[in-house]
């Protein structure tokens, strides 16, 4: 009877530790993952104002050529 306890409690034991490492791990990955779209979106929110000025400008001087020929 005191065997198979302890097996037992060993056995949990086991398991936790199993259970705590997945757990880590997980909490890990979802937080590199989270940092990661956040920089792309960092990325994407920087560029796209200046892709947008160019495109601006670039119509603006369009214009202007059309206006003055």
Same mark, same amino acid.
């Given at each position: 009877m005191v065997m198979r306890l302890q #097996?037992?409690? =060993? %056995?949990m034991v086991m398991r936790l530790q199993v259970l705590h490492i997945y757990m880590v791990m997980l909490l890990q990955v979802l937080h =590199? %993952? @989270? #940092? @990661?779209r956040l920089q792309v979106l960092h990325i994407y929110m920087v560029m796209l104002p200046q892709v947008l000025h160019r495109y601006m400008v670039m119509r603006l001087q369009v214009l202007h050529i059309y206006m003055v020929m």
């Open positions: #097996v037992l409690h =060993i %056995y =590199i %993952y @989270m #940092v @990661m």
